[in-house]
């Protein structure tokens, strides 16, 4: 049996070698460190990664998975739930320096794997909600340096707010795109999106704050 430091540095802040010294300080002794290096973790899956690919291959059962956190181990909350049910169904036990959090697929007792699993999905969920605030961060940053901030906006809209709630309210009605172009004004390639395309619309309206 081996443990096993799966790390992933993104940015040049970060290094192998702190994660390492991390996870040491935590008491775990680390037979093997694997490493992706200037690998996103918001846009890569796991086993996409070059050196992730090697964890499943080299990790059997009764190993030790040593990671951070969770978020080292996918993308988004559908990704980190799966990749860390695999190892667990492999046998291999996946542990986190941060929280020190266990995840064993060995345990039997109802109640611990019910506690397990809620741990799983709460994690998993925390870390795609930081992976989606580092995105907008990104772009909100990229935007001010180009001095565009209206271009992570998309297109404005050719409706407004009132507009976009009649033209629901009649569709809601039943009476026919014809018909709520010439009443409202609007033209029927934007009805037909806002009936088509409901929530992209109204998304529309909110990036522009209108």
């Known amino acids: 049996m081996k443990t096993v430091l799966y790390a992933r540095v993104s940015t040049t802040d970060q290094t192998i070698t702190h994660q390492r010294t991390q996870a040491e300080a935590a008491g775990f002794q680390i037979d093997t460190v694997v490493a992706d290096e200037g690998v996103s973790g918001v846009t890569t899956r796991l086993a996409d990664r070059p050196e992730g690919r090697r964890l499943f291959d080299m990790l059997r059962q009764g190993d030790v998975l040593v990671v951070r956190w969770v978020d080292r181990l996918g993308r988004d909350y559908a990704d980190v739930t799966e990749v860390i049910r695999e190892f667990m169904r492999r046998g291999v036990i996946v ?29 998993a969920a925390t870390a795609q909600a ?17 001095g565009r901030e209206d271009a992570y906006r998309g297109r404005k809209p050719s409706f407004t707010r009132e507009m ?8 809601n009605n039943g009476e026919t795109v014809q ?31 209108a």
Do not use: C, S
């Not at 930081?130 to 180009?146: L, V």
């Open 179 to 209: 018909a709520i172009a010439k009443a409202t004004g609007i033209t029927r390639q934007t009805a037909y999106r806002i009936r088509d395309h409901r929530a992209e619309a109204e998304a529309a309206l909110a990036r522009w704050a």
């Open 164 to 171: 976009f709630e009649e033209v629901v309210r009649r569709i």
């Open 95 to 123: 542990k986190t320096v941060i929280n020190t959090m266990v995840f064993d697929g060995a345990t039997t007792d109802p109640m611990l794997m019910a506690v397990r699993d809620a741990l799983i999905a709460f994690m």
């Open 130 to 146: 930081q992976a989606e605030a580092t995105k907008e961060a990104q772009k909100a940053g990229i935007a001010h340096a180009k």
